[in-house]
């Protein structure tokens, strides 16, 4: 059985407490890392090969490491804890469960790059999740590990956290960013990166929950330690969301490269009602989808790749025999028709344009033609928006083309 690390308090009734917490080690890592050398910490991030979890997967020490050591400006974390990808379900586990493991990772990543401010941007309809993560800041400052002088260190941290109004592009990392400085949520051109030129225009670590949630247990224990817990180039453990048709739904903690095939048929407890599996969306909504052929595939950010898909945030959507795909299609692309933000032509009005030609071929109203012109609009959409929410809408529908137009084609042909 794998190690837990992030979700190891639960099960613990009032873990997100300060004094549970605390009974299980919470703030001793901020406390040897507040004695640690912060560009030691960073190194240490590296070489624990920790993935940045929100989706896209980029290195953490190295993120950390493009923030300029000097600068006039402010400088910021901002805590993504929007969850806005549909079938991700894990930060708010943490948040509700282990705010204190969330804050002890936020206040490490301050102090190893020299972050005076952090902004947690929280999903707006967290209600609860915000409430428990509100009083455990209070009860951190409370307690010395926020504020002034932090456990007599020299280093002090304020930490905020701020509700979005429920809007999937404000998850995306520049557009979080706008909606925190009170602006519409639409994305920024990049470059300039948020490391050098974000938040109130000053340098500035955008990390996911799970992401700074596994920083604590990399300075309790090094490393090379963690990099040996996953796979090569992906260290550690990942919170896997699985939700479906499947007999036992839930979040699991595993090493990161377990397979797909493990997840659904041993953590999850294989396809409901003894129905053979269809389909598997491996990723949140915007990952391809997968053949029941193509499980056995280690579940970290370059296996997934190379198996044409992504491990993106982890949540894993399986279908079973019964699924109509069309149907698939036609929710998958309402969703982003409705999330677009409309800065972009190619997004705003080829998510339209999709989620159109999915629903009348959903309602037996398809026309002969109908999947290439999905096809070409996605081409007309991806690569050519200011951010991916465009890709996000164009590579499942593709995906589902792909795999299954032999369906769609019988459908559209009826
Ligand atoms: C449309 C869109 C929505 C996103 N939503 C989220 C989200 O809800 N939560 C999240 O952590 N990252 C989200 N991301 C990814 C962020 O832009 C960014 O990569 C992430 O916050 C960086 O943190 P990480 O490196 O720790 O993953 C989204 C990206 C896009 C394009």
């Known amino acids: 059985m794998a190690?837990?690390?992030?979700?190891?308090?639960w099960d613990i009734p009032n873990s997100f407490k300060l004094?549970?917490?605390?009974?299980?080690?919470?703030?001793?890592?901020?406390?040897?890392?507040?004695?640690?050398?912060?560009?030691?910490?960073?190194?240490?991030?590296?070489?624990?090969?920790?993935?940045?979890l929100g989706g896209a997967g980029f290195p953490a020490g190295v993120k950390w490491g493009f923030v300029p050591k000097q600068s006039d400006k402010p400088r910021f974390l901002c805590v993504n804890a929007d969850e806005g990808e549909p079938g991700t379900f894990k930060d708010r586990q943490i948040i509700e469960k282990d705010p204190?493991?969330?804050?002890?990772?936020?206040?490490?990543?301050c102090y190893a790059v020299g972050l005076p401010t952090a902004y947690i941007y929280i999903r707006g309809e967290f209600f609860y999740g915000k409430k428990i993560l509100d009083a455990a800041i209070a009860e951190a400052y409370q307690a010395g590990y926020l504020g002034k002088n932090i456990l007599g260190s020299g280093f002090s941290l304020d930490m905020f956290t701020h509700p979005g109004a429920g809007a999937y592009i404000?998850?995306?990392?520049?557009?979080?960013?706008?909606?925190?400085?009170?602006?519409?949520?639409?994305?920024?051109?990049?470059?300039?990166?948020p490391a050098v030129v974000g938040l109130f225009g000053g340098p500035t670590v955008i990390n996911n929950v799970e992401t700074l949630s596994y920083v604590p247990f990399i300075v309790e224990k090094g490393g090379k330690w963690f990099a040996s817990l996953g796979v090569e180039r992906n260290g550690g453990n990942k919170l896997y969301g699985v939700s479906g048709h499947v007999n036992n739904p839930g979040v699991f903690e595993l090493?990161?490269?377990?397979?797909?095939?493990e997840i659904i048929y041993e953590h999850a407890g294989g396809v409901r009602n003894g129905k053979q599996l269809k389909a598997v969306i491996p990723g949140g909504s915007s990952t391809p989808v997968l053949k029941p052929?193509?499980?056995?595939?280690?579940?970290?950010?370059?296996?997934?790749?190379?198996?044409?898909?992504?491990?993106?945030?982890?949540?894993?959507?399986?279908?079973?025999?019964?699924?109509?795909?069309?149907?698939i299609?036609?929710?998958?692309?309402?969703?982003?028709?409705?999330?677009?933000?409309?800065?972009?032509?190619?997004?705003?009005?080829?998510?339209?344009?999709?989620?159109?030609?999915?629903?009348?071929?959903?309602?037996?109203?398809?026309r002969r033609g109908d999947l290439d012109l999905l096809l070409n609009i996605t081409d007309n959409i991806e690569g050519k928006t200011v951010c991916p929410l465009g890709a996000a809408a164009a590579m499942p529908i593709r995906g589902f083309i792909k795999k299954f137009r032999d369906e769609l084609e019988a459908k559209i042909s009826n």
């Not at 990392?173 to 300039?192: C, D």
């Not at 090493?255 to 095939?261: D, Q």
Request: hydrophobic share 35%; glycine share 10%.
């Open 100 to 109: 204190h493991l969330l804050i002890e990772g936020a206040a490490i990543c």
């Open 293 to 327: 052929d193509e499980i056995d595939v280690s579940m970290d950010f370059d296996s997934m790749m190379k198996a044409g898909s992504m491990l993106g945030s982890g949540a894993v959507m399986v279908m079973d025999e019964d699924t109509d795909i069309s149907e």
């Open 19 to 52: 004094k549970e917490a605390r009974k299980r080690g919470a703030y001793t890592r901020l406390k040897k890392a507040l004695k640690m050398k912060p560009e030691d910490i960073t190194a240490e991030v590296k070489t624990a090969n920790l993935r940045g």
């Open 170 to 193: 404000c998850g995306e990392e520049t557009s979080l960013m706008n909606s925190l400085e009170g602006k519409k949520g639409w994305p920024r051109i990049k470059p300039p990166f």
């Open 255 to 261: 090493p990161m490269g377990t397979s797909l095939r």
């Open 329 to 366: 299609m036609h929710i998958t692309s309402r969703f982003y028709a409705h999330e677009s933000c409309g800065q972009c032509t190619p997004c705003r009005e080829g998510t339209r344009w999709m989620s159109l030609i999915c629903k009348r071929i959903y309602e037996g109203k398809g």
């Open 3 to 9: 190690e837990k690390l992030v979700s190891r308090l």
